[in-house]
């Protein structure tokens, strides 16, 4: 069967396929092409919550997808001051970090450490905000006794713990380029403008060549900025992550999946869920591949240790294979239910057409000639019947591509580690 993602009137784009997302993930790079846009973009809460979800245990990430299955509130980003995604909330915790990491600094001049300080103070108490609004924010997770009690019954109550560990979770959102400019850089605010001046005091005393020097490595980023065309992470798990929540998002948002037309693939498969799991398996595989190389470093030049891990990686290999072919599902499903869009949009306006038809005909009628009424319909039901036909091509595939995504449930054995 001919892949109707290739057909001309879609733009014959060639479709994501597993050998692009590995490469992506060698990379760490995703091009701006696959991304609705066509330029670096935050995941959704969504999507956010769902992979922060992966961080928790397995009964907490259930409720996750429990309360978003059902429609429950969960946690957005404009609670969060200043905000617009939650790659907003991880910046800001990174920022705090740079500043931490500035403080520590033995040849920083006395007058600045209080301009860093108060910064920090700032930046903090923004991230605090945000804690408490995602935790324990009105409207969200019950707060009374007999609200508290509902949603433990229905399975659907997340406990204060989980919330807490759901919040750091969400400060770990994967986020393009967000080693490639600092937050404080961003920001552009006061405080900012306040340790430029006072660093630049200090450089006037210290000898304007040196200073000069001293405030460009203070504010300067340490990493690569993002090339042209490509939005950067910071290893391949975060980009499979991104990759993950990307697709989902342009399957959540896409019309067609909604239609009554995938009314049956759409209870094939619980996309929260699989992108939970996704998540959960990303996030122990990097785990262990984190132990692993502390385990090599600690063990020093024992051969033994080190032939053990090796073989220990290659069992686990394949299973990073497995991930990558769930996220390749999960981009087709993608790109067939927009394609499935495009068609529909098709036979709406036909539809339309179909209307005016009836006018003509009942125009036509008056004056005795119904051919041309007649040949206007049958050239309408052919159309409609190619639509249709087309959109039977769409559910097909659809259905091979879930069934692909699902496929992972019952291998699922533990954690995993990348090639």
Known sequence: MNDPRLSPEFGGSRPVVRTDIAAW??????????????????????????????????????IVVTRMSRGLPIPTSDLITGATAFGDLRRIKRSVGAIDAQLRNPMLPSMVAPVLRSRRTAVSRKLEDGRKQVINGKGIFATSIRGIRRERRDGVHLELADREALFEALTLTPTPNVHAGGYMRRAGTVALDRLVGAMGSAAAKAGIERGRRWVSELTADTELAPANGEARFLDGYETILYVAGLFYDRVMRCPAWHSEHFELQRGAVDLNAELAEIAADVIALRTIRVDLDASRQAGGFDTSLDDHISRRETSLRPVWTQVVDRVSALASVAEVVESAAVELRVLAEFARTATIDDRIDRLVARSGDREISADNTKRLTEQVRAGEEQLRIYRDVLQGNIIRLSSGDSHRAGPMLEK
């Not at 961080?55 to 259930?62: E, F, K, P, Y």
Request: proline content about 8%; some cysteine; glycine content about 8%.
């Open 25 to 62: 993930c060698d990379r760490c790079v995703v091009p701006v092409s696959v991304i609705p846009g066509g330029e670096p973009a935050e995941l959704s809460d969504e999507a956010a919550v769902i992979i922060a979800a992966g961080h928790l245990s397995d009964s907490a990430r259930t």
